[in-house]
């Protein structure tokens, strides 16, 4: 008899009227703001400007779907392709079933697009949102407590997670691999958080090392689960898809560090200032105010040709000076020219 175990919900969707709510979709839900919510903290902090994370998230979000959904349809294929399958159920995404590596790859794309867009730098903005992708996959995998899925082998353990019997799975209690990922990301979340304060992490290392963390958690995870999978050489597809991985991310970091060492200084231009992306064409303020210092030391020109006579000037007063165009003079000296 289990003494204790961790229950599963009786079912992941709950009706409001015609209106489905699923604790699936919560979960990702949830777990996207987190990121954005989190990684918007660590733009600023960075000297972005607040809002940028979330106008990247716009295209990151929807490609990451995307790319999470077609990556599991993929390498799960015979689950909506064989022999008694709809293919159909290939877009039921909200019945599970989102692979990590499809997610982060298209969602690269995706944000990329966005960064450029921004003229920002798509390593700075992966650095600022790694530890809050972490926290989303910590959110996430509790998506799949609430569809029964992704757990391991039986087991009799106090956390056991128990499992009732439906399509492809038996009654029972087992390994909830799902809290162990979701634990194992907290955890890589802190870490990334840690070091990037510690080393001051830049030019995408503390993306390439959330990447790397993650990855030697859900190798030996992966190993523990029981739901069917692709093998190749004994080891299952994912755990070699971890492998590659984690191997990528590391020479990265290596390499990196060597070629790019430090932070970023500036992360995000301003637009809105003179020469920024929006006022390329605008003169610099430094030659703006050497402009308006010469145009004030300029002479200002003569109205005249005359010299300008005043009362209290003698020199002037005796010997005015006549121009021939002026017609009040030459009627004054008209009687003595008669007289002469």
């Known amino acids: 008899m289990d003494l204790a175990y961790i229950p599963s919900p009786s079912t992941g969707v709950i009706h409001l009227g015609p209106i489905p709510l699923?604790?699936?979709?919560?979960?990702?839900?949830?777990?996207?703001?987190v990121a954005v919510w989190l990684g918007n903290r660590r733009w600023i902090a960075r000297g972005g400007k607040p809002g940028t994370v979330a106008d990247i998230a716009v295209w990151a979000v929807p490609f990451g779907?995307?790319?999470?959904?077609?990556?599991?349809?993929?390498?799960?294929?015979?689950?909506?392709?064989?022999?008694?399958?709809?293919?159909?159920?290939?877009?039921?995404?909200?019945?599970?079933?989102?692979?990590?590596?499809?997610?982060?790859?298209?969602g690269a794309v995706g944000a990329w697009i966005g960064c450029r867009l921004r003229g920002i730098p798509l390593p700075a903005w992966a650095d600022a949102l790694a530890p809050g992708i972490a926290l989303a996959q910590a959110c996430g995998r509790w998506g799949n407590w609430f569809n029964q899925e992704l757990y391991g082998r039986a087991?009799?353990?106090?956390?056991?997670?128990e499992i009732t019997a439906g399509p492809n799975r038996d009654a029972g209690t087992y390994h909830p691999?799902?809290?162990?990922?979701?634990?194992?990301?907290i955890g890589v979340a802190l870490l990334v958080i840690w070091a990037d304060r510690r080393f001051t992490l830049g030019h995408g290392r503390a993306f390439a090392l959330y990447v790397a963390a993650y990855c030697v958690g859900r190798g030996w995870i992966e190993y523990m689960r029981v739901d069917e999978a692709h093998h190749i050489l004994g080891l299952r597809l994912n755990?070699?898809?971890?492998?590659?991985?984690?191997?990528?991310?590391?020479?990265?970091?290596?390499?990196?560090?060597?070629?790019?060492?430090?932070?970023e200084a500036v992360v995000e231009p301003d637009r809105d200032a003179p020469g920024g992306k929006d006022g390329d064409k605008a003169a610099p303020a430094e030659a703006d105010a050497g402009a308006a210092a010469a145009d004030a030391q300029k002479p200002e020109p003569a109205e005249s040709k005359a010299p300008v006579l005043t009362k209290d000037d003698p020199a002037d007063a005796k010997a005015p000076v006549l121009t021939k165009d002026d017609p009040a003079k030459a009627e004054a000296d008209a009687p003595e020219a008669g007289k002469r």
């Open 65 to 106: 779907l995307v790319g999470g959904r077609l990556y599991h349809v993929i390498t799960d294929y015979q689950l909506y392709f064989g022999e008694g399958r709809n293919w159909v159920d290939a877009f039921k995404i909200w019945e599970g079933g989102l692979g990590i590596w499809g997610a982060i790859a298209l």
């Open 239 to 263: 755990v070699w898809t971890s492998i590659v991985v984690f191997v990528l991310a590391v020479v990265y970091l290596v390499l990196s560090a060597k070629l790019r060492p430090g932070r």
């Open 155 to 161: 087991t009799d353990l106090p956390w056991a997670v």
């Open 177 to 185: 691999t799902f809290l162990y990922e979701s634990l194992w990301c």
């Open 22 to 33: 699923r604790g699936y979709a919560f979960c990702i839900i949830i777990g996207v703001f």
